[in-house]
Structure formats: C-alpha cells, structure tokens
C-alpha cells in the first residue's frame, strides 16, 4: 500500500508542476485570441478555439519520447539548480506571450548564464543542503547543456516544418492605399515532457519510491520536465507554405552546429558556453531577417479590383475540396464576374448544384473547377474572404 501511494505521490509531484498547469491555460488563451481576431476579421473562425490545446502535446509526444531515451541513453546529467531556473525562464517567456522568444535556445542559455551569474554574485540560496553554488559549469555541464540546447532546437526545426503551415491564422491588414490585404500569423507553443537525469538523493528523499539507479558511489534520478517550445511568426510577403519550412530547416541546421560545438566542452569548458551563445545569436538573426523580409514589398495575397481573393480555407469544407488555396483569386462564378463577398454568394446561388469557378492561382494561371452545393449551403463553401 504504501508503495502505491509513493508512487501515486509522484506523479501528484509532476502534475503539481505550475510551469505545467501554466502552459495549459496559456494554451487555452492562444485559441480564445486566435478565435477573437478571426472572428472580427472575418465573422467566422477558421478553427475550433481549443485547437491550440489539443494540438499542444499531439504534436511533440514522439519528440518529447525520443528525447527523453536519448538524454536518459547516453547520460546527460543535469543540475537541479539549473532545472529551477530554466523552469523560471519559461514561465516568464509564456506569460510575456512574445514567442519570437519562444525558442529553447534562448531559455536554455538565459538559465545557464543566469546561474553562471549566481555564482559569480556569489549567492547564498540553499535548500535541504542543495545549493546553486554546486553546479560545475566548468566541468560536465558545460557539455550538457549546449547538447540539450541543439537537440532541442533540431526539435523546434521540425515542429516548424510539420506543425505550423496548417495552423496559421489569416488576418486583415490595412495596406499603404488604405485598401485591406491579408497577413497570415502562427502562434504556436508545444510541450514536451522530457525526462532529465539529476545527480544525488534530493528527490528520492521526499519521494522514496521516485525512479532512480545507483552507479558506482552516486546515484541519480529521473526528473520529467515540461519543456515548452514558444514560435510565432507573421507572413506578409510570402505565404506561410513557403517561407515556414525554409525557417524550420534553418533552424534544424543551427542546432546542429551548436551539438557539434557544444560537445568542444569536452576538450575545454568555453567552448560549450560559445556553442550557447552562436546558437542564441543565429537563432536571433534568423527571427530578426524574417521579420525585416516579410515587412518589406508588397503582399502575397494583396486586394483585387478583378475578383475576391481568398484569406483562408475552413478545413472540411467544399473549398478545401476544391483544392482552393489562400491567395487565390475568384473571378468568376457559374459565368458571372465577381469583385466581392456578396456577388460571389449572389453568383453561387445561380446554380448551386453544379456550381462552377473561374480562379487564378498564386501564378496567375487560371482554372476552372466545380463543386456540388447542398440547398441553403451557399454559405457554407468555407472560404474566408479578403474584403
């Protein structure tokens, strides 16, 4: 009985977490924002408010898996100190919901440096007989660290690639004429509970039955950690499609430089350090060069005085079925010439069983294409519309 309830007691421990319960309720806000902006824009939401919710851990499980193997596999081993602070540093970058500082990158190295400060400062924090002023970051930690710091950022570069195209929002944006052109915006965070070795008892002693092995003089346990990944990001002068997966390769490659520098640690400790400040500064060029491209020129999906152009697809929908995509033009429906919202469902009408689209795609390149509508679902082909 009382091992059940040690046990029990653990996972109580974990779940307890505020960082956790933090990025669930941010979660929920992310959808109730996404959903308010849509809906002012475009009387319509493209997708559920909880869709950040749900998506928050189904994205990152199978990395937040092969991570945890990995760290516990080869034996990276953590300070508790450092955990603490980089567990400080999330919350602040999550409640500050500016995730262009999202990136693990940039909370690894702001707690790694933040506790090389500490002990610089020489601080006297200290807790059961633990104290900040224990961390090696001379010895192996300045491996560890940057280890953890690139292999997280290879995780963001593929979450980048895999979940962020078909979750942006569409959004309204008065252009320089005083004419409305669309922008298209990503705001994502994902969780990934990351099992960490810790060195010592500190844990095991309140949590008898917490998991933990013995090898040689020392023991260790395992600690999960929700690590949270914060990415945002606006399209302007490209599409999300086309700019996003270049940024999640980019991204992808700059964790691999910071793992091969970071494991220089083993010859001399600075090299680790470096390897955490090359990563923060291309990562930070890569957020700042985007954001300068996408602010510059024209936009992808600009206003038209020849037909309506489509912001965005409602998935399921008779749109998504016709293969429409944003930034697509509509001129002409069942034979008649469209300039705007209310001509366009005005022309559907006309025959909705067959009804029938003249679209010029991101090339200009026009196509004809139909699709069934069901009667009084004229409104429902899906689309939001640039107006």
Same mark, same amino acid.
């Given at each position: 009985m009382n091992w059940w309830m040690n046990v029990l007691q653990a996972i109580v421990v974990f779940f307890l977490n505020p960082l956790f319960w933090l990025i669930l309720l941010v979660a929920v806000a992310l959808g109730y924002m996404r959903v308010k902006s849509e809906r002012k824009d475009f009387n319509i939401r493209k997708l559920p408010g909880l869709t950040e919710f749900k998506r928050l851990f189904a994205d990152s499980w199978l990395y937040a898996l092969l991570l945890s193997v990995l760290f516990s596999g080869i034996g990276l081993v953590v300070d508790a100190g450092w955990i603490v602070l980089f567990s400080a540093v999330m919350i602040v970058v999550l409640l500050s919901f500016y995730y262009q500082w999202g990136s693990p990158i940039y909370?690894?190295?702001l707690s790694f440096f933040g506790l090389v400060l500490w002990q610089r400062v020489e601080g006297t924090f200290s807790y059961q007989g633990w104290s900040l002023q224990?961390?090696?970051l001379l010895g192996q930690l300045a491996v560890v660290i940057p280890v953890i710091a690139g292999l997280l950022l290879v995780a963001e570069g593929l979450l980048i690639q895999k979940s962020t195209i078909n979750y942006t929002s569409p959004q309204l944006e008065k252009t320089s004429r005083g004419l409305r052109a669309?922008?298209?915006? +990503?705001?994502r965070i994902w969780l990934l509970p990351v099992?960490? /070795? +810790?060195?010592?008892?500190?844990?095991?002693?309140h949590v008898p039955y917490w998991p933990q092995f013995t090898l040689g003089a020392e023991s260790f346990s395992f600690v999960p950690v929700p690590v949270v990944i914060g990415f945002s990001q606006i399209a302007r002068k490209h599409f999300p499609d086309e700019i996003l997966p270049k940024l999640g390769l980019s991204v992808i490659r700059t964790g691999i430089v910071v793992l091969v520098i970071g494991l220089g640690g083993l010859y001399e400790p600075y090299i680790g350090w470096a390897a955490l400040l090359v990563g923060v500064v291309v990562r930070t060029v890569l957020t700042i060069s985007v954001a300068l491209k996408e602010r510059s020129g024209g936009y992808a999906a600009p206003p038209s005085s020849s037909g309506v152009v489509v912001a965005g697809v409602l998935p399921g929908s008779p749109a998504e079925k016709l293969n429409l995509l944003p930034g697509?033009?509509?001129?002409a429906v069942n034979g008649i010439q469209v300039a705007n919202e209310k001509e /366009?469902?005005?022309a559907i009408q006309v025959n909705?069983?067959?009804?029938? /689209?003249? +679209?010029?795609?991101r090339n200009g390149e026009v196509r004809l294409m139909q699709q069934v509508l069901y009667r009084h679902d004229h409104y429902q082909l899906g689309l939001l519309l640039v107006r």
């Open positions: 909370t690894i190295a224990d961390a090696d669309a922008r298209f915006k +990503v705001k099992l960490m /070795l +810790v060195p010592g008892d500190m844990i095991a002693a697509e033009v509509i001129h /366009l469902y005005d909705a069983a067959h009804c029938r /689209l003249q +679209v010029a795609d």
